[in-house]
C-alpha cells in the first residue's frame, strides 16, 4: 500500500483559516504518498498565496473563476487527481 498514491481533494469557497488548518492537518499525516489537491471554488481567499509560501510539490492548487459548487469543486479534483485512491476532505474537517 505505501507504494499506492492517495489524491487528497479539498474544496473551498471563502474560507480561508478552515482550508488552512486542513491542509496543516493533511501534511502532518505520516502516510508519505499523497497529493493535496486545494480547488478554491470561485473566491478569493488568499489561500493560493498560502500554498504558494509552503512551497511543496505534493500540494495542487486551482480555481474556478466563478462559483459553481461544493460537486463541481470536488469533480475538478477527481480530474486533477493523480492517485490510484481519491479521498475528500470537506475544508471544515
Known amino acids: 500500500m ?12 471563502n474560507r480561508y483559516e478552515l ?19 486545494v480547488v478554491e471554488d470561485g473566491s478569493s481567499s488568499g489561500i493560493r498565496d498560502y500554498i504558494q509560501k509552503i512551497n511543496n510539490n505534493k500540494l ?7 462559483q459553481k459548487g461544493l460537486g463541481a ?11 490510484e485512491y481519491v ?3 470537506d475544508d471544515d474537517d
Open 73 to 83: 469543486a470536488r469533480n475538478t479534483g477527481t480530474k486533477i487527481a493523480a492517485g
Open 2 to 13: 505505501k507504494d499506492l498514491l492517495v489524491s487528497i481533494i479539498i474544496p473551498t469557497f
Open 19 to 37: 482550508v488552512k488548518g486542513a491542509i496543516e492537518n493533511v501534511m502532518l499525516q505520516t502516510y508519505p504518498n499523497m497529493e493535496v489537491i
Open 60 to 66: 495542487v492548487y486551482h480555481k474556478h473563476s466563478t
Open 87 to 89: 479521498a475528500f476532505l
